[in-house]
T-cell receptor, first 112, second 112 residues
Framework: DVKVTQSSRYLVKRTGEKVFLECVQD?????MFWYRQDPGLGLRLIYF???????EKGDIPEGYSVSREKKERFSLILESASTNQTSMYLC???????????FGQGTRLTVV | QKEVEQDPGPLSVPEGAIVSLNCTYS??????FMWYRQYSRKGPELLMY????GNKEDGRFTAQVDKSSKYISLFIRDSQPSDSATYLC????????????FGQGTRLTINP
């Protein structure tokens, strides 16, 4: 079974803090994604990566950056957390761009 | 206008009922259509994956795609309480296929 593991289920951070969300997949997938999920808005793509050290902006990259130093690990960074970044963050991976995406359990981030 | 529209519900039906979940979309370039199921406090998991128009059946689940109407459906027969979840439609084109566009999700409850 494909496993996508996010480092934290719940996080509470203060406004202005730098926040790191970590994601690891164990199936040697090329592609990794970060989404945020908000009520009424569904899942929105923040960033994705199709190879080590490669990254592409999604629909809502503002206020976020990413890092992919190793194939299995994809990190989402909130440079200076703000309250409007309170959300559920979901990491996903896929073998190729048209294969199904496998999701992690999600990290519920609250910024106070 | 959102690229993908999905009625967020909530939808509540008795056990054994036939459930119909629907999405409409505006981008005629979409070719791959998916339904994900998301249980509370979990990440989404793929339920059905279809390419272009037509029907696909898997047990109690049937996915339909009508590209002429830009309309996709998921039918659940003999619904069970364990089907209670949020159902998300998702779709992508061939160009820029890494961008999976999600609907808002429909929250479904099956009452015993």
């Amino acid at each position: 079974d494909v496993k996508v593991t996010q480092s934290s289920r719940y996080l509470v951070k203060r406004t202005g803090e730098k926040v790191f969300l970590e994601c690891v997949q164990d199936m040697d997938h090329e592609n990794m994604f970060w989404y945020r999920q908000d009520p009424g808005l569904g899942l929105r793509l923040i960033y994705f990566s199709y190879d080590v050290k490669m990254k592409e902006k999604g629909d809502i990259p503002e206020g976020y950056s990413v890092s992919r130093e190793k194939k299995e690990r994809f990190s989402l960074i909130l440079e200076s957390a703000s309250t409007n970044q309170t959300s559920m963050y979901l990491c996903a991976s896929s073998r190729d761009v048209i294969a199904e995406a496998f999701f992690g359990q999600g990290t519920r981030l609250t910024v106070v | 206008q959102k690229e993908v529209e999905q009625d967020p519900g909530p939808l509540s039906v008795p056990e054994g009922a036939i459930v119909s979940l629907n999405c409409t979309y505006s981008n005629s370039a979409f070719q791959y259509f998916m339904w994900y199921r998301q249980y509370s406090r979990k990440g989404p998991e793929l339920l059905m994956y279809t390419y272009s128009s037509g029907n696909k059946e898997d047990g109690r689940f049937t996915a339909q795609v009508d590209k002429s109407s830009k309309y996709i459906s998921l039918f659940i027969r003999d619904s069970q309480p364990s089907d209670s979840a949020t159902y998300l439609c998702a779709m992508r084109g061939v160009q820029g296929a890494q961008k999976l566009v999600f609907g808002q999700g429909t929250r479904l409850t099956i009452n015993p």
